[in-house]
């Protein structure tokens, strides 16, 4: 079974930066793909961005693309969230998630091992 922990989650003012990350571990297959998800108050968790761990490919939430980069280390079972120029408006729980599925999946249904969350402020 696939374990997920994320961290590298804090606060930080309105324009900076902040790396999370998600350590994998217990995967059995060099296919499917991690997604970041967040979630903030009231509101319904929400894709943010996704990789593959066979190739590399990425899909970005219109939201964040430019913004955000998401990365891996394959050999650490390592994916990164790098997100720049932060607003108000992205302070939210940040999970990662597993997929075995090949294709780009942006519903969280399609994901089924999920992280603990990482809080993410960003302070006006």
């Known amino acids: 079974q696939v374990q997920l922990v994320e961290s590298g989650g804090g606060l930080v003012q309105a324009g900076g930066s902040l790396r999370l990350s998600c350590a994998a571990s217990g995967r059995t297959s060099s296919g499917g793909a991690v997604g970041w998800f967040r979630q903030a108050p009231g509101k319904e968790r929400e894709f943010v961005a996704r990789?593959?761990?066979?190739?590399?490919?990425?899909y970005y939430a219109e939201s964040v693309k430019g913004r955000f980069t998401i990365f891996r280390d394959n050999a650490k079972d390592m994916v990164y969230l790098q997100m720049n120029s932060l607003p108000p408006e992205d302070t939210a729980v940040y999970y990662c998630a597993s997929t075995d599925l090949f294709g780009i999946y942006v519903g969280a249904d399609r994901y089924d091992y999920w992280g603990q969350g990482t809080q993410v402020t960003v302070s006006s």
């Open positions: 990789i593959a761990w066979s190739g590399g490919t990425t």
